[in-house]
């Protein structure tokens, strides 16, 4: 697969899953004229973990289409399959996204 392509909520599971073992939520966050993704401490896996499988899905779904219309789908995927870190409790893991030119005024309100 190559770089360029579209992120899929498949690829992204096994993303997780790959690298920690576990299905970590993920956030989109605004702050400071910034966007970032978070990546969780809570996990699917969690029995005290807030959402069904398929409200997960959906939420990872939507997040996806996100990711793919900011056009950082390679960024994330990049550094999901590189960072060494792992999320802590009450500890996220950021990533600043670098949005192409043009794309960060579509999502900063």
Known sequence: MTSAEPLRREELLELLRTRWQATYDLQLVQRRGRLYLHVMWGYLEQQSFPLTPQAFDEHLEELVGSLN????????????????????LGKALSLPLELPAGRASEFML
Request: cysteine-free.
């Open 69 to 88: 219309g900011l056009g950082v789908a390679a960024q994330v995927r990049h550094w999901l399959q590189t960072t060494t870190d792992k999320p802590r």
